[in-house]
């Protein structure tokens, strides 16, 4: 527990890659430490077992050739020329009676030629190899037979494997101990070099919340990874900066909106307070009121409806929408208002055009672009209402003589309380297109402002419409499978 | 006489509900909390209540429950500052029958009052609507003001026949747009205005008064000019 709660998991990514790179690179070399040695052990004892057996081999050979005696000699002489510290020769008779042997004294664990003599028969080998001790050093033996009463028994102090194996170990324990610092600083820089692109965004995220809006970070040197992370993250700082302009400048919108009916209330009230006792001019000033009051409800409302509908990113599919119905009813809400100025309003509905969504919703973007039309198109103009299939949408057009959109402004009439300079002498609040617009997104469609009116080559299947079309907005939405 | 309850906690809009209920010929009770109002609209006494969804104590959807559990028939009007569509759905899912959004003209709320106790009190839906020298009827679809015959288009029909059902009280432009268009929410444009000047054109030139007036700022009215 103690020890747990000191030693915890870095949470620092940096400090995590590090101890990776560091560990990795430990166990690799770990690795490769225990393969060399254990290559360089088993080869050591190899060639030890093979000098034994090559020694043993020579000793029967002579017996068997030159009998006793020259074996005696060449034991004997074995006897002389090997330190007998590091080196044992013992030739006994199988029942146990030694014949020749080096000084013993000081070796222990040697076995009697006897249990010698039971292994190899029970193992039925002509050698028997083992391993024993020697004052902290290890002791190859060799036991085998030179005739069926004569045992020879012999073994070497393996010095050398273990002087090589102890340098080897020595020189790792060396490299380990320099590399672990090594390792943890090469790992630092990696891992400092992986996420310094990061931290440079995370440093650009600080600046950007504390104001700095332009602030964006460089894409220079990096990996792809990172270049698409900070390619991403100035794309959204440059989205933030963008929606808060254009939030200011919409705020700044709304006061001017909300500020006009405001100032008009007060003059009323001041007016009729300040100089009239004439009761009419008190209900007067009182229906003025009313009539401010429901322009500045109308605009409040619409403003949340634009947000409604834009939260709605997709309107949930509701029913079948008749919209050659909707069309028509809408067309007819406006015929009277068309009269009185004067307006030429004809339609070209094709029937049983229907759409899956929101009936009141669509029904309003209808109105509201036949509302504009006929608002923004003078006495004596003309209004053209179309609606056709086209493929797989639904297309109303709305095109009119009206005052038409300026250029510069056409990018910006979906915005919301944008309006252009020549409409703001009409009533509105410049929030029906954003609303409408927001309602065909909602429906899957769009709404499109045609960028050259008056092209022949427009949607409208009808061409009965007339070159002096000024402004013309086309509604597309996804039609629904028609049912008869 | 009808009694209506009003459970509704702002002072002001409770003054003038009912300050007009009560010209308009109603009697009328005021509950500024959500127990008291409950205990009200299930004593049986009244024909009609408007609710207002946000009170102390207890909240109007929660009032509205408890009243449509006792299976009481009351009537009733919500009156909440919540506008958006699916307030209203829930609001008339709840057992509401009405839904009027703050802020309201009085004369909306009357009328839609009067609308409800007509449907609530079953009375038998007449076959011709008549208003001084003009007569609708429902059947043919004849109109005929001092002997002589009006022709309408369908809407102009429907809009007069609505305010011939509402004569005397002041119907909104919004009602207008509701009833006769289904169309919930204000075009902007005035569009009833140009709709009514063709209207009137036809039922009121060339005859000895007005019947249809404007009332500036709250709607229009079908009566005789005093």
């Given at each position: 527990?103690?020890?747990k709660?000191?030693?915890?998991?870095?949470?620092s990514?940096?400090?995590r890659?590090?101890?990776?790179?560091a560990s990795?690179?430990?166990?690799?070399?770990?690795?490769?430490?225990f393969?060399?040695?254990v290559?360089m052990?088993?080869?050591?004892?190899?060639?030890?077992?093979?000098?034994l057996?090559?020694d043993v081999?020579?000793?029967?050979?002579i017996?068997?050739?030159q009998?006793?005696?020259?074996?005696?000699?060449?034991?004997?002489?074995e006897?002389?020329?090997?330190d007998p510290?590091?080196?044992?020769?013992?030739?006994?008779?199988?029942?146990g009676?030694?014949?020749?042997?080096s000084?013993?004294?000081g070796?222990?664990?040697?076995l009697?030629p006897?249990?010698?003599?039971?292994?190899l028969?029970t193992h039925?080998d002509e050698f028997y190899?083992?391993r024993i001790k020697?004052?902290?050093?290890?002791?190859?033996t060799?036991?085998g037979l030179?005739?069926?009463?004569?045992?020879i028994?012999l073994g070497e102090?393996?010095?050398?494997?273990?002087?090589v194996?102890t340098l080897l170990?020595?020189?790792?324990?060396v490299?380990?101990t320099?590399?672990?610092?090594i390792g943890v600083?090469?790992?630092r820089?990696?891992?400092?070099k992986?996420?310094?692109?990061?931290?440079?965004v995370?440093?650009?995220a600080?600046k950007?919340?504390?104001g700095?809006?332009d602030?964006?970070?460089?894409?220079?040197?990096?990996?792809?990874?990172?270049?698409e992370l900070?390619q991403?993250?100035?794309?959204?700082?440059d989205q933030?900066?963008?929606?808060?302009?254009?939030m200011r400048e919409?705020?700044?919108?709304?006061?001017?909106d909300?500020r006009?009916?405001?100032?008009?209330?007060?003059a009323?009230s001041?007016?009729v307070?300040?100089?009239?006792?004439?009761q009419?001019?008190?209900?007067?000033?009182?229906?003025?009121?009313?009539?401010e009051?429901?322009?500045?409800?109308?605009?409040i409302?619409?403003t949340l409806?634009?947000?409604?509908a834009e939260a709605?990113v997709?309107?949930?599919?509701?029913?079948?929408?008749n919209l050659?119905?909707?069309?028509e009813?809408?067309?007819?809400?406006?015929?009277p208002?068309?009269?009185?100025k004067?307006i030429?309003?004809?339609?070209?509905?094709?029937?049983?055009?229907s759409v899956?969504?929101?009936?009141h919703?669509?029904?309003?973007?209808?109105?509201?672009?036949?509302?504009n039309a006929?608002?923004y198109t003078?006495?004596?103009?003309?209004?053209?209402?179309?609606?056709?299939?086209?493929?797989?949408?639904a297309?109303?057009?709305?095109?009119d003589t009206g005052?038409g959109?300026?250029?510069?402004?056409?990018?910006?009439i979906?915005d919301?309380?944008?309006r252009?300079?020549?409409?703001?002498?009409?009533e509105?609040c410049g929030?029906?297109l954003?609303?409408?617009r927001?309602?065909?997104r909602?429906?899957?469609?769009?709404i499109?402002?045609?960028?050259?009116?008056?092209v022949?080559?427009?949607?409208?299947?009808?061409s009965?419409?007339?070159?002096?079309?000024n402004s013309?907005?086309v509604?597309?939405?996804?039609?629904?499978v028609?049912r008869n | 006489?009808?009694k209506i309850l009003?459970?509704?906690?702002d002072?002001?809009?409770?003054?003038?509900?009912?300050?007009g209920?009560?010209e308009a010929?109603?009697?009328?009770d005021h509950?500024?909390?959500g127990?008291?109002?409950?205990?009200a609209?299930?004593?049986?006494?009244?024909?009609?209540?408007?609710v207002d969804l946000m009170?102390?104590?207890?909240?109007?959807l929660?009032i509205i429950?408890?009243?449509r559990?006792?299976?009481l028939?009351l009537?009733?009007?919500i009156?909440?500052?919540?506008r958006?569509?699916d307030?209203?759905?829930?609001?008339?899912?709840?057992?509401?029958?009405?839904?009027?959004?703050?802020p309201?003209?009085?004369?909306?709320?009357?009328a839609?009052?009067e609308?409800l106790l007509?449907?609530?009190?079953?009375?038998?839906?007449?076959?011709t609507l008549?208003?001084?020298?003009?007569t609708?009827?429902?059947l043919?679809?004849?109109?005929?003001r001092?002997?002589k015959?009006?022709?309408l288009?369908?809407?102009?029909?429907?809009?007069?026949?609505?305010?011939?059902r509402?004569q005397?009280?002041?119907?909104?432009?919004?009602?207008?747009?509701?009833?006769?268009w289904?169309?919930?929410f204000?075009p902007?444009t005035?569009v009833?205005?140009?709709?009514?000047s063709?209207?009137?054109?036809?039922?009121?030139?060339g005859f000895?008064f007005?019947?249809?007036h404007?009332v500036?700022?709250?709607?229009?009215?079908?009566?005789?000019q005093?």
């Open positions: 527990m103690f020890l709660n000191r030693i915890s998991y870095p949470t990514l940096a400090a890659l590090t101890l990776w790179y990795s690179l430990l166990l690799l070399f770990g690795l490769l430490f393969s060399l040695y290559a052990a088993t080869s050591f004892d190899r060639e030890m077992n093979e000098d057996l090559d081999e020579e000793l029967q050979d017996y068997q050739e009998g006793i005696a020259s074996l005696l000699r060449e034991v004997n002489q006897i002389l020329t090997e510290d590091h080196f044992f020769i013992r030739l006994s008779e199988t029942n009676n030694a014949i020749l042997q000084d013993l004294s070796w222990s664990g040697l009697a006897y249990s010698l003599y039971q292994i028969l039925e190899l083992h020697h004052e902290s050093l290890e002791v190859q060799i036991t030179i005739s069926d009463d004569l045992i028994y102090c393996m010095e050398a494997k273990t002087e194996l170990l020595t020189v790792s324990l490299v380990f320099t590399l672990l610092p600083l090469i790992g820089w990696m891992s400092s992986a996420v310094s692109g990061i931290k440079e995370s440093r650009a600080d950007i919340a504390q700095s809006l602030f964006r970070v460089d894409l220079n040197a990096h990996g792809d990874e990172v270049i900070i991403k993250f100035n794309d959204m700082a933030i900066r963008k929606l808060i302009s254009e919409m705020t700044d919108n709304i006061a001017h909300l006009s009916p405001l100032a008009r209330i007060r009323i001041e007016t307070l300040s100089s009239s006792e004439a009419q001019d008190y209900k007067k000033a009182a229906s003025d009121t009313l009539e009051c429901d322009r500045l409800l109308h605009m409302n619409m409806d634009v947000a409604e709605n997709r309107e949930p599919i509701t029913e079948d929408v050659s119905e909707l069309t009813d809408a067309c007819e809400l406006y015929c208002l068309a009269e009185t004067q030429k309003l004809s339609t070209h509905l094709e029937d049983n055009c899956r969504g929101n009936k919703t669509l029904q309003r973007m209808l109105t509201n672009l036949i509302d006929v608002k003078p006495e004596h103009g003309e209004i053209l209402i179309e609606l056709c299939r086209s493929e797989n949408d297309v109303v057009t709305i095109a005052i959109i300026p250029d510069p402004e056409k990018q910006r979906f919301r309380f944008y252009c300079d020549q409409s703001r002498t009409q509105g929030l029906g954003s609303y409408s927001a309602v065909a909602a429906h899957g469609g769009d499109t402002l045609q960028a050259q009116p008056s022949s080559a427009s949607p409208l299947s009808h009965s419409m007339s070159a002096a079309m013309v907005f509604v597309s939405l996804p039609a629904s028609m | 006489m009808m009003l459970i509704e906690d002072q002001v809009i409770a003054d003038l509900i009912v300050k209920m009560k010929g109603y009697m009328i509950m500024t909390d127990l008291f109002g409950l205990s609209a299930l004593s049986d006494r009244y024909d009609l209540a408007i009170l102390p104590e207890l909240d109007g929660s429950d408890l009243v559990k006792r299976k028939n009537p009733i009007i009156l909440s500052a919540k958006s569509v307030e209203r759905v829930s609001g008339l899912h709840h057992g509401g029958d009405d839904y009027l959004t703050k309201f003209s009085f004369s909306e709320l009357l839609r009052v609308a007509r449907r609530s009190s079953h009375i038998v839906e007449p076959t008549s208003f001084q020298d003009l609708m009827d429902l043919s679809r004849n109109v005929i001092s002997g015959k009006i022709d288009q369908p809407r102009e029909f429907s809009l007069l026949e609505y305010l011939l509402n005397g009280n002041i119907v909104s432009k919004t009602m207008i747009m509701e009833r006769v289904d169309y919930h204000d902007g005035n009833v205005e140009a709709r009514l063709k209207l009137r054109e036809k039922v009121d030139k000895e007005p019947l249809i404007t500036r700022g709250l709607g229009y009215v079908l009566k005789k005093d």
